[in-house]
């Protein structure tokens, strides 16, 4: 339906794995005990891999659906809006560590009508605002541009001052992520800014 989106594991995803029975069973045979307890180690590990890997792909899969669910409108809307979701939110979800879930989506890729997104796209972080729930990347970089555009051009705002400023207006942002804004936008620095 319209308003459905459905999420399949490729084959690609799944390594391949081979067990070569019939050199297992022409060496059961053999009456040396350091033959049989390789063998049992190896029918041992064999097994283990092929449930890791099994374990593996349902987790990913798992990510996925959660991910597909909780970003839908990404995937149904033309804007493709994200909103916020954090790895802790999913191992929450899945009561999983954090690191499984950075594992499972490293370096996995998701394919769909308009593109290819490597899975850690899917995570934003949200600009917790203090006042009014959570503020969005677009909403702090509107604030940071309203300041720049009221600051005096002899005096041009460092990206410190800005901070400083809007943490005024309990949004506590890092002069880093100010200066990344700022980038984004392409403003200028506040030395490049300075009109004598």
Do not use: W
């Not at 995937?75 to 191992?91: E, G, S, T, V, W």
């Not at 796209?121 to 605002?129: A, D, L, M």
């Amino acid at each position: 339906s319209k308003n459905d989106v459905q999420l399949f594991l490729t084959q690609q995803s799944k390594p391949e794995i081979a067990f070569k029975q019939q050199y297992y069973e022409k060496f059961s045979d053999l009456p040396d005990q350091e033959v049989q307890e390789f063998l049992r180690q190896k029918k041992l590990e064999y097994n283990n891999l092929l449930h890791d890997l099994e374990q593996r792909g349902m987790t990913i899969l798992r990510v996925g659906q959660l991910i597909v669910d909780y970003q839908k409108d990404f995937f149904l809307k033309a804007a493709h809006p994200l909103k916020p979701l954090l790895l802790r939110d999913i191992a929450h979800q899945l009561n999983l560590h954090e690191s499984t879930i950075s594992r499972a989506v490293n370096g996995k890729y998701l394919k769909c009508d308009f593109g290819v997104f490597e899975l850690k796209s899917f995570f934003k972080r949200g600009i917790n605002e203090t006042v009014n729930g959570d503020l969005s990347i677009e909403e702090a970089q509107a604030q940071i541009k309203a300041l720049i555009a009221a600051e005096d051009p002899a005096h041009p705002l460092s990206d410190n001052k800005i901070a400083k400023l809007l943490a005024q207006n309990k949004i506590f942002l890092s002069r880093r992520t100010i200066a990344k804004y700022r980038d984004e936008m392409q403003i200028d620095s506040s030395t490049r800014r300075k009109k004598s």
